[in-house]
Nanobody, 118 residues
Framework: QVQLVESGGGLVQPGGSLRLSCVAS????????MGWYRQAPGKLRELVAR???????NYADSAQGRFTISRDNAKNTVYLQMSSLKPEDTAVYYC????????????WGQGTQVTVSS
């Protein structure tokens, strides 16, 4: 059984920082591309950042320069360090695991709420 469990969300003031974590189980973590997505109320889910099994990263324009994605294969964990947070970053953040070859092996976490507000 595959599980992705996110944590680290919460309420933060504009300009603040948060670190999200996602612990994976039931998959060979090091073989998977990992990503963070977010969905704000009334909007479609969108990519924030992803990191390949080979640790190549890419970011949405909105995240570039403010967010950093990283992974620790020994801990089966992917992180999203977010800084200089803005109210428009408010959303539910979801962790995703996708096999780079067998794309139907595609898993999602339950999400963690991030609220940026004063």
């Amino acid at each position: 059984q595959v599980q992705l469990v996110e944590s680290g969300g919460g309420l933060v003031q504009p300009g603040g920082s948060l670190r999200l974590s996602c612990v994976a189980s039931g998959i060979i973590f090091s073989s998977y591309n990992m990503g963070w997505y977010r969905q704000a109320p009334g909007k479609l889910r969108e990519l924030v950042a992803r990191i390949s099994s080979g640790e190549r990263t890419n970011y949405a324009d909105s995240a570039q320069g403010r967010f950093t994605i990283s992974r620790d294969n020994a801990k089966n964990t992917v992180y999203l360090q977010m800084s200089s947070l803005k109210p428009e970053d408010t959303a539910v953040y979801y962790c995703n695991a996708r096999h780079p070859v067998l794309a139907h092996f595609d898993y999602w976490g339950q999400g963690t709420q991030v609220t940026v507000s004063s």
